[in-house]
């Protein structure tokens, strides 16, 4: 009985064979165009031209490209643990983990949003949404740190996030899986009764970039799953994709794919904004944490919030409105002038493409066949510039090249097709191996895209690289666009799952990079100055050890008078203050991770001795020839051993108070 | 006063800044040969001929590249948590992080070593030391997953591991750090007194490839670096570098080089083998654990072993033997023949080769100059083949060709250097950028090297790259030396620190890849081996969700009758049976991480509900067109709540009874 028959599953996975049957007989090398390895090679020595910012979807992670290279310069931890550096295992950086739920050390990484001004990149920040615990992260592009995370309350599933507004006013995301509000032990089948979407309006600093949620506007329970909001004349607004307007909570494959379209949203922000001027707001008592990291200290610390301001539309008229979107659709993209909006239906044969004339005119003109709670539906034919034919099967997601052209993915057909926004034509389509979920065109979601290349992040590689075992990587496609045809250059691997990602030119990024920190900025509490600061402090049960490091010591390299029951933080700070020259730190047994410490930086491992004896410490990057002598012992003595705190660097060990007055 | 002068901080302060200088100065384009980029060009479509396991240094993992194109298709979480995958997270593979000191988490992977048979790689496994908490740990090659971590008891800082014999009998591995044996409450600057070193040999099951620790030698309390075993003619031999032979326990940088010469450590391990048969040991109480993947149902276990075996230099004469080395030692490799062994003193102007029959000779003469307790030090003329003069500043490590010709790299002048073994002539020399640490050579280290390309690995990447603030990658860079010269192609950047890697042919690997577990092999406890199996059972506080995940749905997707206090645990059984269709699962909140699903194979989270309502789960990996619509909900009560068990999918939830007697 639990055997459910579906129907779609069946037809995806004929689809599926029939796609990969075909492409099995493609002679890929007939794809490849004569010059594409130097077109794709960068020269020892010389730079890429754009950063490639990827999400790592099930890594919960942001991986750095260059391109045209596809080569992997970083991954930056953002929603998960990282043993790597010690993000989320050292004391600075644990807070950033809190939630209403607990620490979540976790999260699906999905879309990638750089800051705009003007509608256009400026490299100063890099947002990215979390997926399953519903949160924002903010990257400060000088450092390429996560410096700031702020979970976003009483929704579910953040899928649909984050989405700037074009001088980087707002971020708005939606709820992907509706949930009852405030949380309550409710029955699931009383779905269409309790469970409520919300739509989030998170308000940037201007000058920090700072985030604050400002207001969350009270929607249908369905699901929310993508959005981009209007530049040029239709700023100001917002449109988000809507899938299970069946309402549905068991075997959405089936019960929310039944009807023929799904809904569009679209959001009057600034009216909203002038609404909670207004005041017309309810406030509502809840929990959410907004985790900042101190600038001056590098410490996370984390602040629960505990109200959030919502708007209803049945209060607040012309504020939010749907029309008819094709069925399931996932993308939902506006072309660069900010007229037309493309929706993808990906169980849909056509493709709506809207005008935000049009839209404006039928929303003036009433043109409405009704509302939902509340909320008027716009007559699908007023609202729209056109439809694309039959492109190609599964629509998800598509970009612009400023010259026109819209490309979008289609993920059963394995394909990128690139059409005529205005003329709804169709002028290219290249295979791609295989199924694509978004793509990226550097700067082609933006007012001006740079155009060139176009990466197709591609979620089924099977043969396209040497086996590693059951677990392949995902692949991404590299095509040169600044022909009329585009042609497939080059296929790189991908970490995790990007499921969308954004390029900008590498001059707007580049001269802004840190290369290390100034000791003199450093105000962490525990760090020491100067190796001559370097000590060990006991308060009661805690021992802190003011460690340093420079090339090639740590300092103090041998410690005695640590107890069993003490707990022991390791507070390094490197000393030196030249670029790229990290030291690291472990400990023998530590029951969590390592540090990695830049240059000018303090970072604080926490370590619980586990039994009495000398136990090795030592510098884990290779930071001179001498690394390998870059160690220390640590003793540790029973509970109740009268050895004395002591701690020394290449003098004999002294106690605590002879080495306080030699400090003087 | 702790403000310690160091000559030798200095002294590589101004090398370097003095290697940087020139580096600004030289062109890179004239090291780029014409047809560089085709060179390192993989197609799309093509495969690259060789896969390059490298160690990730302080992430702990291994990471998998093609080479020439410097691709990477995979990261293989091995010693640390990797919430990518769920490793460290779910419950089938937390136990592989157990060790003597609780739970460690995170480790220091430092050198590849792949399994050989009569001194070729095989393919088969891969082993992978940690160098902090003492581990070595085990790849199968056909799943690319780790399935074997053996901790090794009483010593520090694992360095010097896991070497392997040309048959593949033993991984030898030697303490870099001595600590007292066995483990007690002494002061540090009881060093000489109190401080061990053991040489380890792990036995290999031939057939499985299973660890077990055969013995351990007591050795002087030195810091044992880095090792290779004997081949062909000195097959039965391991070759041990040292450093500290000093023996100082604070500021190594100075107080471990004052002497000249260091110690290279010559072990017979096959008379090793015939003193453990005859009972030579001793038999030590201690604790270690060997964790270990059960292949049935793929759930690691630990086993803590209690005692090991030790042979005493001073029982057993003609074991073990010392000669002089180079100041402060790191590589020690031997050539294909067997014959040549290279010491690689960092801070020394020369190299020293040593003769593998020149040291059979002076030990049959008992050419010694004394002893060190108990161990004869052979003459150091008497054991060495020749001397490099002056081939560069700080050699590291050395790989082959098969041509005769060795490769060594040189940290302080940045730069791999070709040289004849024989004839000890240096033939060619090309910078790196910068600082390389090991290199390798397909093969580069067996009886048969494959030759063709080099790849060196570099310590301090600084502008090779775009830069992405003070946390820089380090990088590889990839040299032809198929000609009389060596010829750079291209710039890649590595994972976290690559500390060495091994090459092997694609044909050696990719015929024997697993494509999926299969299902019916699958004796997981707790796996739902088809969708009518799918269920929930509670067991006191335990409630145990039997899921199923097929393309595109969850089974159950709606569970109701959780209460506060439970801990759930969530068994996804992923009944896919092709190639590359995981699928994932997350929940709402959960304290934990993702759990990323193989086809045919049972992954366990747990999670601990925090509050009571409806949460969302959903499939993590985008494995469908409907992808989006493979989510579920589940209901949290209070703890004394009356909600019953109920569970659903695409039904109206029913009770469990009604439920069971449907399944039947």
């Known amino acids: 009985m639990l055997n459910t028959k579906s129907i779609f599953h069946t037809l995806i996975a004929l689809s599926a064979i029939l796609v990969l049957g075909s492409c099995e007989q493609r002679d890929t090398k007939t794809v490849v ?11 020892p020595g010389e730079y890429d031209e754009f950063y490639c910012f990827m999400s790592g979807g099930y890594s ?50 999905h879309h990638i949003e750089l800051s705009q001004t003007d509608g256009e990149f400026d490299g100063r920040w890099l947002f990215v949404n979390g997926n399953n615990t519903p949160r924002i992260a903010r990257i400060d592009l000088t450092t390429f740190e996560t410096v700031e995370i702020l979970e976003i309350p009483d929704v579910a599933g953040l899928h649909c996030a984050p989405f700037i507004t074009e001088n980087s006013e707002y971020l708005v995301s939606g709820t992907r899986f509706s949930v009852p509000i405030p949380q309550q032990d409710v029955p699931i089948d009383s779905y269409k009764e309790n469970f409520v979407g919300l739509i989030n309006y998170v308000k940037l600093d201007q000058e920090t970039g700072e985030m604050s949620l400002d207001f969350q506007i009270e929607m249908p329970g369905y699901n929310y799953d993508l959005a981009r909001n209007g530049k040029g004349k239709s700023h100001g607004w917002s449109f988000l994709t809507t899938y299970n307007s069946e309402q549905a909570h068991t075997l959405l494959e089936v019960n929310a794919s039944q009807k023929d379209k799904d809904l569009l949203a679209i959001i009057n922000w600034k009216k909203a904004a002038e609404y909670m001027e207004a005041g ?97 539906v716009i007559n699908y034919e007023s609202g729209v510039h056109g439809i694309l034919k039959k492109p190609g099967l599964g629509p998800l997601h598509t970009e612009f090249d400023g010259k026109g052209f819209a490309y979008t993915t289609f993920f059963i057909s394995s394909e990128v097709v690139k059409w005529n926004v205005e003329k709804l034509e169709i002028v290219d389509r290249q295979s791609t191996f295989y199924s694509p979920g978004h793509l990226v065109i550097p700067g082609g979601e933006t007012k001006k895209p740079y155009g060139k290349y176009l990466v197709a992040m591609n979620k089924i590689t099977k043969d396209r690289f040497l086996p590693t075992g059951p677990e392949l990587c995902h692949s991404a496609q590299l095509f040169d666009i600044s022909g009329d045809k585009m042609k497939l250059i080059l296929d790189f691997p991908t970490k995790a799952e990007p499921h969308y990602a954004q390029a900008i030119p590498a001059s707007k ?5 840190v290369k290390y920190f100034k000791i003199e900025d450093n105000k962490h509490p525990y760090a020491a100055l100067g190796e001559a600061k370097a000590r060990v402090e006991r308060e009661g049960k805690d021992v802190h050890v003011y460690m340093t490091a420079i ?114």
């Open 280 to 376: 017309k707001f309810t406030e509502r008592t809840t929990s959410y944490y907004h985790n900042t990291v101190d600038h001056s200290t590098g410490i996370a610390s984390s602040e629960e919030m505990k109200t959030t301001r919502i708007l209803n539309p049945k209060d607040c008229p012309d504020m939010v409105y749907f029309i008819p979107v094709p069925k399931s659709p996932h993308g939902c993209d506006v072309n660069p002038t900010g007229e037309y909006i493309v929706g993808n239906g990906k169980l849909s044969a056509d493709m709506t493409v809207y005008s935000f004339d049009k839209l404006m005119k039928a929303i003036e003109n009433k043109d409405f066949t009704g509302d939902i709670d509340g909320i008027p």
């Open 33 to 43: 165009q004569g010059d594409a390895a130097s077109m794709a090679y960068v020269a």
């Open 60 to 109: 919960g992670q942001v991986t750095v490209y260059g391109l045209p290279s596809g080569r992997l310069f970083k991954e930056i931890p953002v929603f998960s643990q990282y043993p790597e550096n010690g993000y989320g295992y050292s004391e600075e950086t644990k807070p950033m983990f809190n939630t209403s739920y607990g620490m979540v050390p976790w999260d699906d990484s």
């Open 509 to 513: 990024i580049q001269p802004n990079s």
């Open 551 to 664: 090339r090639s010591h740590l300092a103090p390299d041998n410690i005695e008078g640590i107890k069993m029951g003490d707990k022991v933080y390791f507070h390094l700070t490197n000393l030196e203050q030249d670029w790229d020259v990290p030291h690291g730190f472990a400990v023998q047994g530590a029951n969590n991770a390592e540090l990695l410490v830049m240059p000018g930086q303090t970072r604080t491992l926490l370590w619980e001795p586990f039994k009495p004896g000398v136990f090795a410490f030592y510098c884990t990057d290779f930071c001179s020839a001498l690394h390998q002598e870059m160690s220390g012992y640590v003793r540790v003595s029973p509970a109740d051993s009268d050895v004395k705190l002591m701690w020394g660097l290449n003098n004999e060990n002294k106690d605590e108070e002879t080495l306080r007055e030699m400090m003087k």
